[in-house]
């Protein structure tokens, strides 16, 4: 029995062991995608609004000039593949146009005054009753600065070619508490759940957690303890088979013996 225990203990914490590797390596590699993801979203903007500084201009002249406004949402459109809205502001943060409507949230006000401040735009995600997304500033002349919001859900797709069998791979904010941003499935509002805060149960199953660079985000990787109940249960089974055919071959080996007494 001690030999059974002994063995199964051995090849369970080698197995955490590993598990724990592949957890570190997935929440490095999401850090690091999303790190890039994020920097060459912002590289693009940027190119954008200087490519098109014409256009821009001609919208900051004539604001409620709806054809140029069309105009600069196509050539977003066809840039950004997941592009959702524009929006331009002041060096104060005040919007050019009241009427951007319900798209700017008081999230988005914050971290336009953020970056008034800093000149420092770190994403998170912004809830939308249209779409949940996150934002990237580019400074324009004059003291303006154009704000692109971007649908999440293809920060959903990075993780899902990130997260390995057993584990679930999220984008998360690290604060008082670990707010969910992102999941395999897409925003946080792709999944059914009472909170999306991680509780306290939940938290024990974090195996690796890393900051992600240029952003509010946190990559963490929890283990699923489905998965982990079901390795425990093979661990214990071949374990007592490895011990079976050890005492079969055992009483085979002295079964002569007692023949001979």
Request: net charge neutral.
């Amino acid at each position: 029995m001690i030999l059974i225990v002994s063995i199964s203990y051995f090849r369970y914490t080698t197995f955490i062991s590993y598990q724990t590797k592949i957890s570190e390596a997935s929440t490095q590699g999401l850090s690091n995608q999303i790190k890039f993801f994020i920097e060459e979203q912002q590289r693009q903007v940027r190119l954008f609004a200087y490519n098109n500084v014409n256009i821009i201009n001609k919208y900051l002249q004539d604001p409620d000039n709806n054809e140029i406004e069309q105009q600069l949402e196509t050539l977003l459109s066809n840039r950004f593949t997941s592009y959702f809205s524009f929006t331009i502001i002041d060096d104060k943060g005040n919007l050019y146009r009241e009427n951007f409507g319900n798209k700017i949230n008081d999230l988005c006000k914050a971290d336009i005054k953020a970056f008034t401040s800093t000149q420092t735009n770190l994403p998170r995600i912004h809830p939308n009753a249209d779409m949940y997304h996150f934002d990237v500033m580019a400074n324009l002349k004059n003291s303006y600065i154009l704000f692109v919001n971007f649908n999440a859900e293809l920060l959903g797709k990075i993780i899902s070619n990130i997260q390995s069998p057993g584990h679930q791979l999220i984008i998360a904010i690290e604060k008082d508490s670990v707010l969910i941003e992102v999941t395999e499935h897409g925003p946080r509002n792709k999944v059914f759940r009472p909170n999306y805060n991680l509780d306290n149960h939940e938290k024990t199953q974090i195996l690796s957690s890393l900051k992600i660079p240029s952003t509010q985000w946190s990559a963490i990787d929890l283990y699923k303890e489905e998965y982990i109940k079901q390795k425990q249960f093979e661990i214990m089974w071949q374990s007592l088979a490895i011990f079976g055919v050890f005492i079969l071959f055992l009483s085979l080996a002295i079964l002569p013996f007692f023949k001979i007494i």
